[in-house]
């Protein structure tokens, strides 16, 4: 075995690729395709007709929707009056713009400026939703019905009146 220079084989030149014409007419017709394509589905989908969103519920609307589902449902005490504290905490805050589900009851009422009717009976109903989720007090069926009572009542006879403020935006200090 004898190794020689004349083994190795030297790189070749470059080789050009032929290019023929009609490659360059085929690659034209997929690019005008392609555009053709993209135009056509551009106009057809401008064209068609926009489905016209839906219509915003009301807060009232949505809470007895709400009230539906959990009577439905029949969840144990403890999460029935959960959910339910929280349907008329969420109604009130759309309805009044006051933030109900972020303050403790004492706190919403303090801030609260409903009438006098509306006020006790969202007062005791508050009252006895928070005595079941936080003193553990287990009310029987009769009680979680005039609660739901209460509470579909309160949600039925509320109306944002002029003694209540509007929702105001949040204001950021700086």
């Known amino acids: 075995m004898t190794n020689s220079v004349a083994d190795i084989r030297d790189i070749k030149d470059i080789v050009p690729v032929p290019l023929h014409w009609w490659w360059w007419v085929l690659l034209a017709v997929v690019v005008l395709a392609a555009l053709g ?3 056509w589905w551009r106009k057809r989908s401008s064209s068609a007709p926009q489905p016209a969103p839906p219509p ?3 807060p009232r609307e949505i809470a007895l929707t709400a009230l539906a589902r959990l009577q439905a449902e029949h969840p144990p005490v403890e999460m029935f009056y959960t959910r339910l504290a929280d349907i008329v905490r969420q109604f009130i805050e759309g ?3 006051l ?3 972020e303050r403790t009851t004492e706190e919403f ?4 400026t409903l009438p006098a009717e509306q006020m006790l009976l969202l007062g005791a109903f508050l009252q006895e939703a928070d005595l079941v989720k936080f003193a553990r007090h287990r009310p ?3 009680d979680m019905a005039r609660a739901f009572a209460a509470a579909e009542r309160f949600i039925r006879e509320a109306d944002a009146s002029p003694g209540v403020p509007p929702p105001q935006p949040l204001s950021v200090l700086i």
Request: glycine share 10%.
């Open 37 to 39: 394509a993209l135009l």
């Open 56 to 58: 915003q519920a009301s």
């Open 95 to 97: 309805q009044f713009g």
């Open 99 to 101: 933030h109900a589900p």
């Open 109 to 112: 009422l303090a801030e609260a």
């Open 140 to 142: 029987g069926t009769e």
